[in-house]
């Protein structure tokens, strides 16, 4: 009877285990489905942000190659596998978001049996490990982060699966000693680094495991920091192949704070992304009435820190497991715990010390792979959790936890609602709408947001107030009736870095502007506006405005006729990011407009691009000649100079400085007369004629002019003082010029092309030591300058300082140049220091260039006659032509020789 009572307890034990196993492969088959729904789940719905757009935008190239070289031009720092594997997975699969976004899916949806594999290598025996593999797996398969990244185009599905593959392959190659499991090992981990460069913080913590473990150097310890040490200097030699970047790149990032690092540390998902940074979406728990809704999401914070106590309880029940395994000598287990307490602290703390010690670049999510050690702490405190229901309760929990983050996770907008605020317009607007977006940076971002065929256009600038200017100038010309009366002028704002929007509200208001606003919370948050104007009457609009419109139609039919020509995509480009007080968001918005066939629309937003800054005016000049067409420039300078005669001048006298680096002298010159027609006349008006006769190398009227100028005018831009003396100094009047160049250098001593341009005057005058002390000024600041060495060069030949000038002719800036004036100057320089080999080597290449330093070389070189050569030198003397004193020199040489 006990015989048999024993066989019937031991096969109901055996069945209760295989009951057991079969429960537990049902649900981890469950969950891992379920893991897998949520990441296919809307899986294109998302707008495609700012790092997506750096990794697709280049998608089109030819070959890899083209590709890879613009997507690292528009992303430099950025890991290089992602982007790679997206190339060759799109031409597989097709290029559209939904199929790219898939490969990161499978990456992640890969990742959960790697995790769960993880796990039961970590905590053995067999009911410990399949209890921790099941915890973990609920962690990955619904964790928010894990999902959120696994539903879009960038490296973290990657560094995630190679975290965990590479950690895996560590453990079995530890366990089974076989090779492949090592060279697994390193390959995820080379992976790992060419996916995030910050993934190299993981290194440390292999190493630091390594050596507890061995408590030596063994030959295991060495290959294996060998190996990872070539990948480390690998990684460095790639990173410091980026060129340098803009500092402004930088100033998203600042220092962490201790508190920041300390909430990272122990706070686990809730910090790297969840409700706390971008959740909830406004369409997450939408079937439910608004209030109720409006419950629910704010019920996040309090599942926020029921995610900050389990992170918590994982870290405090690591430390406890790790002193618990070192009292009964467990090492095995005392070293999965110490790995795990590393793996989870170590990174975060080294990431911390590089933005103090080299530059602020903490970011949270640059060191999410340390989130797969607090999973594994949580499945293993819950695996030793000594009861089945205490057990299931743990994993309900998890369940409960990670549920409802992704309820308010899931539904689109989560990142940027690009799609939705676009489609807001579109599904509010007839026909006439425009879009005024803040930041040309994320125009490319919206435009590849945008359907195939839109019919709103979008137009950037940088700064609000010009947004806020622009609305009220196209509401006022809607309510002139210039425009269409079914115009909608809509406003969208990026608050990333500006939350405070009151500015721009106050500024609407203050010009009578009324708007709707539309927030869309998200990654990057948005701010829709529609903007109306509440009074009935608008500004009057000057004559310059209609006389534009009816010049600018000219242009418009040429633009209609070229259509398929480069001019506008030219100007497009070169604008881009031209800023907005350079008449940029006005050039913008007229290129769009005459893309899209506008051409009224364009008219109206060139005239105030030719307003906001003159060199938008000489822009439109050139655009009008590539469609055959002709912009008066005493037009473009009355536009220019739109308004009080006071603000008039005040512009001529900010736009002076920039005018004499352009190149349209037409416009120059009408800004000139035009500033002389206002009323008082504006004394800025005989610069620009003066600079303008000066390009048209009138050098008498220029000098009048400029004169006229410096009679009302104390302060000249170092520009027109350079002009002016160049000027005075073609007319003769060298000594006038001295007075002007000297006063400019008074007031502008950095300016060293004055010093040049004073060099050259002195010499002229023979005040040649003067003239080398001006020249060695601006030789300082520009040493490969070549005529400023020929100028420096030739006076001190003219003061006999040879050897000084013979260092000059050697100089690379000019050794190699064949112009006659450079070749006889350096024979000077060469013969007057006795160098008379040299010196022949340069007359016989000038004897090549003219005939007549044929015959000189001839009497002095080829066959030295130097009686029938100072004859010739001498008959050239009583014809009143000067000889240089070295040519005597030589001569004295060669006749003490024969």
């Not at 609009?541 to 480069?566: C, N, Y």
């Amino acid at each position: 009877m006990d015989r048999n009572s024993g066989a019937t307890t031991a096969v109901s034990v055996e069945a209760d285990r295989v009951s057991t196993r079969y429960a537990h492969l049902a649900v981890c088959l469950l969950v891992f489905f379920l893991g897998v729904v949520v990441r296919l789940h809307n899986l294109g719905l998302e707008s495609i942000d700012l790092e997506e757009y750096a990794c697709l935008s280049a998608i089109d190239a030819p070959d890899f190659h083209t590709f890879f070289e613009e997507q690292r031009d528009l992303y430099p720092y950025g890991a290089p596998l992602a982007p790679s594997l997206i190339y060759f997975w799109a031409r597989v699969a097709g290029d559209s978001i939904t199929r790219i976004r898939l490969l990161f899916a499978l990456a992640s949806i890969l990742a959960m049996p790697v995790a769960y594999w993880l796990a039961r290598l970590l905590f053995a025996p067999a009911q410990k490990a399949h209890r921790a593999g099941l915890a973990v797996l609920i962690c990955v398969a619904f964790s928010p982060v894990h999902v959120f990244h696994a539903q879009e185009a960038r490296m973290y599905a990657f560094v995630s699966l190679f975290t965990l593959l590479g950690m895996t392959a560590f453990l079995l190659g530890l366990r089974t000693n076989r090779r492949r499991w090592w060279w697994l090992h390193l390959a995820a981990n080379a992976a790992l680094v060419s996916s995030h460069y910050f993934a190299v913080f993981l290194f440390p913590v292999y190493g630091i495991f390594l050596l507890a473990r061995a408590r030596r150097l063994s030959r295991l310890v060495v290959w294996w920091g060998v190996g990872h040490g070539l990948l480390a200097l690998l990684l460095v030699v790639w990173v410091s192949a980026i060129p340098t970047q803009a500092e402004e790149l930088y100033s998203y990032y600042a220092a962490p704070t201790a508190y920041t690092v300390l909430v990272h540390f122990f706070a686990g998902d809730s910090t790297v992304l969840s409700a706390t940074s971008f959740f909830p979406s406004d369409a997450s728990w939408h079937f439910l009435p608004d209030a109720a809704g409006v419950w629910v999401r704010n019920a996040h914070i309090l599942f926020d820190a029921l995610l900050v106590f389990m992170t918590l309880a994982a870290l405090a029940g690591g430390v406890f497991f790790l002193a618990s395994s070192i009292r009964q000598t467990r090492r095995e287990a005392a070293l999965s715990w110490l790995l795990l307490l590393c793996w989870a602290l170590l990174p975060v703390l080294l990431i911390t010390a590089l933005s103090f010690l080299w530059r602020p670049v903490y970011g949270s999510r640059y060191v999410m792979y340390s989130m797969f050690a607090l999973y594994l702490l949580v499945g293993g405190v819950i695996s030793h959790l000594p009861k089945k229901r205490l057990y299931a309760a743990a994993l309900l929990f998890l369940a409960l936890i990670y549920g409802y983050q992704l309820s308010i996770a899931l539904p689109p907008q989560t990142r940027s609602a690009w799609r939705q605020s676009y489609a807001y317009v579109q599904d509010h607007s007839g026909e006439d709408a425009l879009i005024l977006l803040e930041d040309p940076f994320w125009l490319p971002v919206l435009g590849m947001n945008m359907p195939e065929e839109p019919h709103t256009p979008v137009v950037a600038a940088f700064r609000r107030d010009t947004l806020c200017d622009a609305a009220t100038f196209l509401l006022d010309l809607r309510a002139a009736g210039i425009v269409s009366e079914t115009l909608d002028v809509w406003v969208l704002l990026v608050t990333t870095t500006d939350f405070d929007e009151s500015p721009f509200s106050d500024c609407l208001q203050a010009k009578q502007l009324g708007y709707q606003r539309r927030g869309y919370p998200g990654e990057r948050p948005l701010a829709l506006y529609h903007v109306v104007r509440t009074a009935d009457s608008a500004a009057a609009l000057p004559e310059t405005f209609h006389a534009f419109m009816r010049a600018f139609r000219a242009v418009g039919e040429g633009a209609a006729d070229f259509a398929e020509e480069d001019a506008i995509r030219t100007l497009e480009q070169d604008i881009r990011y031209l800023p907005d007080e350079n008449g940029g968001f006005w050039l913008r918005f007229g290129a769009k407009m005459l893309d899209i066939g506008q051409c009224d629309f364009a008219a109206i937003a060139f005239y105030r691009a030719a307003q906001e800054h003159f060199t938008a005016a000489i822009r439109l000049a050139a655009l009008a000649e590539q469609f055959d067409a002709v912009l008066d420039a005493d037009l473009l300078a009355r536009v220019a100079l739109d308004g009080p005669a006071d603000d008039g001048c005040a512009r001529l006298a900010a736009f002076l400085q920039p005018a004499c680096y352009v190149g349209n002298t037409a416009i120059i010159k009408a800004l000139g007369d035009t500033a002389l027609r206002l009323e008082p006349p504006c004394t800025y008006g005989y610069a620009y004629k003066g600079l303008a006769q000066h390009r048209y190398e009138n050098h008498e009227q220029a000098a009048l002019f400029f004169q006229r100028y410096y009679e009302s005018e104390a302060n000249a831009p170092p520009e027109i003082a350079e002009a002016y003396g160049i000027s005075l100094s073609e007319t003769g009047a060298y000594a006038a010029a001295v007075d002007v160049l000297e006063s400019g250098i008074e007031a502008w001593p950095d300016y060293h092309w004055l010093r040049m341009r004073l060099g050259i005057a002195l010499a002229a005058l023979d005040r040649h030591e003067e003239a080398v002390a001006a020249l060695r000024v601006s030789y300082q600041h520009a040493p490969e300058n070549s005529y400023i060495v020929y100028l420096l060069m030739e006076s001190l030949v003219a003061l006999g300082r040879y050897e000084e000038a013979v260092a000059l002719a050697e100089h690379p800036a000019i050794a190699a140049g064949m112009e006659p004036w450079v070749l006889l100057a350096r024979w000077r320089a060469y013969t007057g220091a006795g160098m008379d080999v040299e010196g022949a080597r340069l007359l016989a290449r000038l004897a090549e260039q003219q005939a007549e330093a044929g015959v000189f070389y001839q009497h002095l070189y080829d066959a030295p006659e130097p009686v029938k050569a100072r004859a010739l030198f001498e008959a050239l003397e009583e014809q009143g032509e000067a000889v240089y004193p070295e040519v005597y020199m030589l001569l004295e040489r060669l006749e003490q020789s024969q």
